[in-house]
C-alpha cells in the first residue's frame, strides 16, 4: 500500500510538473488524433478507452459499459510532491458510455474491439486552484444484469484535475490520468475479457465442434452429408461464427441467432461454433439417410477410428445440447457416424451347389432324350 501511495504521489509530482512547463508556454501538451480529445474544451475532459478482447473468432457482445467515478483520497505537500486535494463535485461530472454491437460481416471480426468515452468535468466548480484527485471504476451490474460471457474489469483508476486562477475564476486546465509508474497516460484504459484464451485469463465463452465420420463396407466417403445447425439465444441480434475447415478461402461461415443454417460435412471434416455463452443453447441434425441403409449415431469425443460396431447403440441424428444436459462451462466435441455395413454372403457354394447339379442333371437329361428323338428319325 505505501509503494502504491509512493508511485501515485511520483506520478503526480510528474504530471505537476510537465503541467507547469505547459503553461509556461501558453498550451498544455495533449495526445492528437481522431480518437483523442479535442475542440476549445479538450482541457475538461480525459478520455476512457474501452477494450473488449476475444479468440479472434468471436463478434464483440451486444452490450453498453459504464463507469462510476469518486472522490479520491488528499494528502499533504511534501519535499517531493505537492499537496493533492480531494475531488469535488462528483455529481456534476459527466460521464460517458461505451457500446458495442454484435457484427455480421466477416471483415469486421477481430480479436480485440475498443470504443471511447469522455469524462468531463467542465460543470464542477472548483472554489480553490490545486490538483484533485478523483478514482474511476467500471460499473460492474448485479450477477443477474451482467453481460453472459463478459469479463469484467474491476480495477480502480486515478485521474488528476488541475485547476488554476485565471483572472477572476479558476480554471481547469488539464485532466489527465496515470499509471502507478509515474507515466502520464493517454486514456483511462479497461479491459474486459470476452472469450480471451491464455493463462490466468478466466473465459466464459465456449466452442462445440460437430465431426462427422461415415463407416461401413458400403458407406460413401466421398459423399457429402447435411446438418442444420440452430443456435438458441435469448438475444435476437447476436451472431455466431462457424468455422468449417476446407470449406472455402477463409473456412468462416456467420449464423444468426434462432435462425437456421444448413451445413454440409463429408468424413472426417468438422465444423466449430465460436461464442457460446451461458444461457444459450444449440441443436445439430442430420438429414435422415436411412433410405440409402445409414444408422446414424452421436458420440461425444472425436472418432477416428476406421471400424465401428453399432450394436447395443440407439440410432440418433441430432445433438441437442440442453436435452443432451450438456453444460457450458467447457469446449464440447461430438462426432455423428453414419454406418452403412451389409454382411457379405458366406458359403455360397454349400448354398446354390443343389440348386445347380439339379440344373446341371436337368440339361444332361435333355440332350439325351432330344439325340434319342433324332437317332429315331
Not at 455463452?277 to 438429414?287: A, F, I, P, R
Given at each position: 500500500m505505501k509503494r502504491n501511495m509512493m508511485a501515485k504521489r511520483m506520478a503526480t509530482a510528474m504530471l505537476t510538473g510537465m503541467m507547469t512547463m505547459?503553461?509556461?508556454?501558453?498550451?498544455?501538451?495533449?495526445?492528437?488524433?481522431?480518437?483523442?480529445?479535442?475542440?476549445?474544451?479538450?482541457?475538461?475532459?480525459?478520455?476512457?478507452?474501452?477494450?473488449?478482447?476475444?479468440?479472434?473468432?468471436?463478434?464483440?457482445?451486444?452490450?453498453?459499459?459504464?463507469?462510476?467515478?469518486?472522490?479520491g483520497e488528499g494528502s499533504a505537500a511534501t519535499a517531493t510532491s505537492p499537496a493533492i486535494k480531494a475531488g469535488v463535485g462528483v455529481e456534476?461530472?459527466?460521464?460517458?458510455?461505451?457500446?458495442?454491437?454484435?457484427?455480421?460481416?466477416?471483415?469486421?471480426?477481430?480479436?480485440?474491439?475498443?470504443?471511447?468515452?469522455?469524462?468531463?468535468?467542465?460543470q464542477v466548480s472548483y472554489a480553490?486552484?490545486?490538483?484533485?484527485?478523483?478514482?474511476?471504476?467500471?460499473?460492474?451490474?448485479?450477477?443477474?444484469?451482467?453481460?453472459?460471457?463478459?469479463?469484467?474489469?474491476?480495477?480502480?483508476?486515478?485521474?488528476?484535475?488541475?485547476?488554476?486562477?485565471?483572472?477572476?475564476?479558476?480554471?481547469?486546465?488539464?485532466v489527465v490520468s496515470s499509471t502507478d509508474d509515474g507515466a502520464k497516460a493517454a486514456s483511462i484504459d479497461f479491459v474486459n475479457n470476452y472469450g480471451e484464451e491464455g493463462?490466468?485469463?478466466?473465459?466464459?465463452?465456449f466452442d462445440t465442434t460437430v465431426y462427422k465420420k461415415v463407416t461401413g463396407n458400403q458407406g460413401d466417403r466421398t459423399a457429402k452429408y447435411d446438418f442444420t445447425l440452430r443456435i438458441t439465444s435469448p438475444d435476437d441480434s447476436k451472431y455466431f461464427i462457424v468455422e468449417v475447415p476446407g470449406t472455402d478461402a477463409d473456412d468462416r461461415i456467420v449464423v444468426k441467432a434462432n435462425e437456421e443454417k444448413t451445413i454440409s460435412?463429408?468424413?472426417?471434416?468438422?465444423?466449430?461454433?465460436?461464442?457460446?455463452?451461458?444461457?444459450?443453447?444449440?441443436?445439430?441434425?442430420?438429414?435422415?439417410?436411412?433410405d440409402m441403409g445409414y444408422a446414424t449415431f452421436v458420440e461425444q469425443?472425436?472418432?477416428?477410428?476406421?471400424?465401428?460396431?453399432?450394436?447395443?447403440?440407439?440410432?440418433?441424428?441430432?445433438?441437442?445440447?440442453?436435452?443432451?444436459?450438456?453444460?457450458?462451462?467447457?469446449?464440447?466435441?461430438y462426432t455423428v457416424i453414419n454406418d452403412n455395413n451389409v454382411t457379405t454372403p458366406t458359403g455360397i457354394i454349400l448354398t446354390f451347389a443343389p440348386y445347380v447339379l439339379?440344373?446341371?442333371?436337368?440339361?444332361?437329361?435333355?440332350?439325351?432324350?432330344?439325340?434319342?428323338?433324332?437317332?429315331?428319325f
Open positions: 505547459s503553461m509556461g508556454m501558453n498550451a498544455f501538451a495533449v495526445v492528437t488524433g481522431a480518437e483523442q480529445n479535442t475542440g476549445a474544451d479538450a482541457a475538461t475532459k480525459v478520455q476512457i478507452k474501452k477494450t473488449v478482447t476475444t479468440d479472434g473468432k468471436t463478434f464483440a457482445p451486444n452490450a453498453t459499459f459504464g463507469f462510476t467515478i469518486e472522490e456534476d461530472i459527466v460521464i460517458g458510455t461505451v457500446g458495442f454491437t454484435s457484427d455480421s460481416d466477416l471483415a469486421l471480426l477481430s480479436s480485440s474491439y475498443s470504443g471511447y468515452a469522455n469524462i468531463d468535468v467542465s480553490t486552484p490545486g490538483i484533485y484527485h478523483y478514482v474511476i471504476k467500471e460499473s460492474i451490474p448485479e450477477d443477474n444484469l451482467k453481460v453472459k460471457g463478459v469479463v469484467y474489469d474491476e480495477t480502480a483508476k486515478d485521474i488528476y484535475v488541475y485547476v488554476e486562477r485565471d483572472a477572476d475564476a479558476n480554471v481547469v486546465k488539464a493463462t490466468g485469463k478466466e473465459d466464459q465463452v460435412l463429408g468424413d472426417t471434416e468438422s465444423f466449430t461454433i465460436n461464442g457460446l455463452v451461458e444461457g444459450e443453447s444449440y441443436t445439430v441434425t442430420e438429414k435422415s439417410y436411412a469425443g472425436q472418432y477416428t477410428d476406421e471400424t465401428y460396431s453399432k450394436t447395443d447403440k440407439t440410432e440418433k441424428n441430432t445433438i441437442d445440447q440442453t436435452a443432451d444436459g450438456i453444460a457450458l462451462g467447457n469446449d464440447v466435441v439339379m440344373i446341371a442333371a436337368a440339361g444332361i437329361f435333355a440332350v439325351m432324350f432330344l439325340r434319342k428323338k433324332r437317332e429315331e
